[in-house]
């Protein structure tokens, strides 16, 4: 069974310093992994994805995400925080055969201090 | 660029009330999801339409009937309202299974009573 486990359910950073948001997934097969963003009210959007190209994958609005297998980690990055960049964010796996079935993290509120 | 679109936005029942959300979407994607969202547990499969003809039961069924009514709609309906099912409920779809990602509408907030 696939999971994924965000540490961290808040985490707050200074306008202008890096963004670091945490992801470590479990799966049985080389996963296809996602980060979502959701601002306030809104339905969850497609920051960014892996489907097995390459590791370093960069996204919307300057973030990007890196797959290292060894550490079965896929961690969401920005150098420099934005105050538009508050929201709460999801990371997701799925697995690259059968049904491909997603399964979300439980989110991180980032929020961005002045 | 409609996307995904929800209705209704916001609804309160009362307990044992049922009520229909619809979702529809204009991008010609194949596959449809119903999720839920609490508060500490992130989004919560529902029911899944892989295709237009077919459903499945996702993570959280019980309390929860779908209809895929064409290509484009895929309904979720609750019969009996309980509590419990106060939730936010966000409708998704990809061109087809997990490796596109989602898109999603922007939820029914729904409080039961």
């Known amino acids: 069974a696939q999971s994924v486990t965000q540490l961290g359910s808040h985490v707050s950073v200074s306008e202008g310093a890096l963004v670091l948001l945490r992801c470590n997934y479990s799966?049985?097969?080389?996963?296809?992994l996602f980060w979502y963003v959701q601002y306030p009210n809104q339905g969850l959007q497609l920051l960014l994805k892996y489907t097995s190209a390459a590791t370093l994958v960069k996204g919307i609005n300057g973030f990007e995400a890196e797959f290292k297998k060894s550490e079965t980690s896929f961690h969401l990055t920005k150098p420099s925080a934005h105050m538009s960049d508050a929201a709460e964010y999801f990371c997701?796996?799925?697995?690259?055969?059968?049904?491909?079935?997603?399964?979300f993290g439980t989110g991180t509120k980032l929020q961005v201090i002045p | 660029n409609a996307g995904v679109t929800q209705t209704p936005k916001f609804q309160v029942l009362k307990t044992g009330q049922s009520m229909t959300l619809q979702c529809a979407q204009d991008m010609n994607h194949n596959s449809m999801y119903w999720y839920r969202q609490d508060p500490g547990m992130g989004l919560r499969l529902i029911y899944y339409s892989a295709s237009e003809g077919t459903t499945d039961k996702g993570e959280v069924p019980n309390g929860y009937n779908v209809s895929r009514l064409n290509k484009r709609e895929f309904s979720l309906r609750l019969e009996s309202a309980a509590p419990s099912q106060t939730s936010v409920y966000f409708c998704?779809?990809?061109?087809?299974?997990?490796?596109?990602?989602?898109?999603f509408g922007s939820g029914t907030r729904l409080t039961v009573v």
């Open positions: 997701a796996v799925s697995d690259s055969g059968g049904y491909q079935k997603v399964t």
């Open positions: 799966s049985s097969v080389p996963p296809y």
């Open positions: 998704a779809s990809s061109p087809t299974q997990g490796a596109y990602g989602y898109t």
